[in-house]
């Protein structure tokens, strides 16, 4: 049947027509390729398997618009004390240097891609919204480590969403070259905004030998959604850590690519989401081991409330070459509210047969014995939950290795009232 | 110091305690025995403020209040103590944070300015050697990989911490070697003082060599049936309960 409304990708789509990308002059084949999917792809809907618990309504309905700003935004709020870091400010998926550190300590390069970097070229026509990202980046950025190097100072990105209905579409590039060491933090924040779309990638390859650790932290607005997608390559022998908290933010979706390239690679990944109100969150991770002697080691919590809603789905492949693979994944779920929900599912592929390979998964309230027990030692009934729901979460935290990022996400969630003082 | 009088206790429809009588004086050691489910943990459960029980009938004051409308944690700093006969492992929350919130809370309730740091150590150095527990225990998760003698002393160092009036110790001595027991025991008596009263509910007579009681009481289908001083004990080690419910079954 033909109508005359377009379409809200259509709608999209003719709005943006004009905005030239960030990475298409760069990476003019994969822009094309992106370009061809957006013809056929649209907004996600529950009936695909990958969205199958996320609905994408409150997404299309919004008319987002691109929107460098020049806005003078204090930063003061948004730095991790007792952190000395690297800072690399962007507004709105624009970066700007005049709020940015301007001395980059030796070994370490911060500038505009090189065409021969590294793509995850498979997820750039994944869905919609990676062909959108491709097609209509709004800036783009590569930190790198070189050879060898060190980098004292961890780097501290801020993608800042600002002002009414902006898509932000950031996209960063983080590089260790052999033996190498790089500590990323990435902070999504929203200063003075209403509604925000910040739709952004991040793509990591840490060479081998070198150890790479990022650290996303999701402060989003209240009614602020979030696509983040985290695509790395990993070399043999390579350390990754990757740390994902999802603080606030009204509707998140972290997607988690890691490939294991070589041998003797040590990935580790983390999680903590906390829905309350009408949050939604949701974590698709996806750990490819390719090859012998690696391993994983995944463990996502989360802490339910109010009418809160929560996915996991952790994907886990050993390939048929990746004998004598170690992978643990561990998803837990408390929930506080009767009315919150949380579908998880671990989907683990295994094609080697010399392999250590486990998964757990559970979901349930407070246990009311404990509750008890610490009630009648004098403990009142909210701190008593609070307790429990604090070390139920620090088991997450603790495998934190910087103690500073430790504590400010510590505060952060004391801040909520999900956390004991 | 605590009045029970002619309480009533149902779970899920179950009539547990039927009419119970005591009266505890300050200072009183009572034990309190008698064969499996004769309702000896829902007295202890429903003095704690369990809330799966419901009281259908009768009071219990402590001091002189209504120790039912308290919740568990009034009752707690009010000066109540429970050592659990199955103490509850509690991971990711160590033992010596959450004892401090504890001690804390109950110093508050009771007008006391909270400890500092350094005090609240002193006090966990004295009263862990009290009941021979293991100075890195403390630092572990709430009973969390305790042996089951453990798990008992930790009960016993936790009462020694909170310093209550009243504690009621619910088969604290089940599951203990006679090593283990006899430490328990001399956490207690040490513990014994004119203001401090005890009831001790045990299922063997063993305990009561240890910690002497002033009264033994046997509790038979949820009332107590009969009651004397620790020669009564002795003799139900030596004939059983057969007799009292006998006793019981003709009165």
């Not at chain 1, 905005?19 to 529950?46: G, H, N």
């Not at chain 1, 948004?78 to 624009?94: C, S, T, Y």
């Not at chain 1, 949701?282 to 339910?304: A, F, M, W």
């Not at chain 2, 009969?226 to 419910?245: F, M, N, P, Q, V």
Request: hydrophobic residues 40%; negative net charge; charged residues 25%.
């Amino acid at each position: 049947m033909e109508t005359t409304t377009a379409s809200k990708k259509d709608q999209l789509l003719g709005q943006l027509r004009t905005r030239p990308s960030a990475l298409s002059e760069t990476f003019p084949e994969l822009a094309l390729a992106a370009r061809e999917a957006l013809t056929e792809l649209d907004f996600p809907t529950t009936r695909q398997e990958n969205w199958k618990y996320s609905r994408t309504t409150k997404l299309s309905s919004e008319e987002w618009t691109i929107q460098p700003s020049e806005a003078n935004i204090s930063l003061n709020e948004w730095r991790i004390p007792g952190l000395d870091a690297i800072e690399l400010v962007w507004v709105n998926g624009f970066f700007r240097a005049d709020l940015s550190s301007t001395e980059i300590p030796a070994g370490l390069s911060i500038g505009k891609p090189a065409p021969h970097t590294i793509r995850h070229k498979e997820e750039v026509t994944m869905d919609f919204f990676s062909a959108l990202h491709e097609v209509h980046c709004t800036d783009a950025l590569a930190i790198r480590a070189e050879k060898s190097k060190k980098i004292e100072k961890p780097v501290h990105v801020l993608f800042i969403q600002h002002g009414a209905l902006p898509l932000s579409q950031p996209h960063l590039f983080l590089e260790t070259a052999e033996l190498a060491e790089l500590e990323v933090i990435v902070s999504f924040v929203s200063v003075d905004g209403e509604k925000a779309l910040c739709n952004a990638v991040i793509e990591g390859n840490a060479g081998k030998s070198s150890k790479l650790t990022c650290t996303l932290i999701e402060r989003e607005g209240e009614q602020n959604a979030l696509i983040c997608r985290s695509l790395y390559s990993i070399e043999r022998d390579a350390v990754f850590h990757i740390h994902t908290h999802t603080i606030s933010g009204n509707w998140v979706r972290n997607d988690l690519h890691i490939r294991l390239n070589g041998t003797g690679i040590n990935a580790f990944l983390n999680g903590i989401y906390l829905p309350r109100e009408s949050q939604h969150i949701d974590n698709h991770t996806l750990v490819d081991h390719r090859h012998p002697h690696c391993e994983s080691n995944e463990l996502y919590k989360g802490v339910l409330n109010d009418r809160g809603r929560a996915v996991f789905n952790g994907k886990v492949y050993v390939q048929i070459d990746a004998q004598k693979t170690n992978a643990y994944q561990n998803n837990a779920n408390i929930m506080l509210s009767d009315d919150a929900s949380v579908y998880t599912k671990p989907e683990l592929e295994i094609y080697a047969d010399d392999v250590k390979c486990s998964h757990g998964s559970t979901t349930g309230q407070l246990d009311e014995q404990a509750i008890f027990y610490l009630r009648a030692r004098g403990l009142g009934e909210d701190n008593a939950r609070r307790l429990l729901t604090t070390a139920f979460i620090l088991e997450v935290l603790d495998r934190l290795e910087s103690e500073p990022v430790k504590e400010y996400v510590v505060e952060l969630l004391k801040k909520e009232d999900l956390l004991l003082d | 110091m605590l009045s029970i009088h002619n309480l009533h206790a149902q779970i899920e429809q179950n009539e547990i305690l039927r009419g119970l009588n005591l009266e505890v004086k300050p200072g009183e050691v009572h034990a309190i025995m008698g064969p499996n489910g004769s309702g000896k943990s829902t007295l202890a459960s429903v003095l704690a403020g369990r809330e799966e029980y419901a009281i259908t009938a009768g009071e219990v004051t402590f001091q002189g209040k209504d120790l039912l409308e308290m919740a568990p944690e009034i009752r707690a700093r009010e000066g109540i103590f429970l050592a659990f006969q199955y103490p509850v492992e509690i991971p990711g929350v160590s033992n010596i944070n959450f004892l401090k919130a504890a001690v804390n809370e109950v110093r508050t309730h009771r007008g006391l300015p909270a400890l500092t740091a350094k005090e609240f150590l002193q006090l966990v150095n004295e009263k862990s050697a009290l009941v021979e527990l293991d100075g890195r225990l403390a630092n572990r998760s709430v009973n969390e990989g305790f042996s089951g003698g453990e798990k008992k002393r930790n009960e016993i160092f936790q009462m020694a911490m909170l310093e209550p009036t009243l504690a009621i110790l619910d088969e604290t001595d089940s599951g203990l070697d006679i090593d283990a027991l006899r430490i328990v025991a001399n956490g207690v008596n040490a513990m014994r003082s004119p203001q401090r009263s005890f009831v001790v509910i045990t299922h063997y007579q063993r305990l009561l060599d240890y910690i002497v009681p002033d009264f033994v009481h046997v509790l038979y289908k949820g009332r107590i049936v009969k009651s004397g001083t620790k020669e009564l004990a002795l003799e139900l080690e030596e004939k059983g309960y057969d007799w009292i419910k006998e006793e019981a079954a003709t009165a």
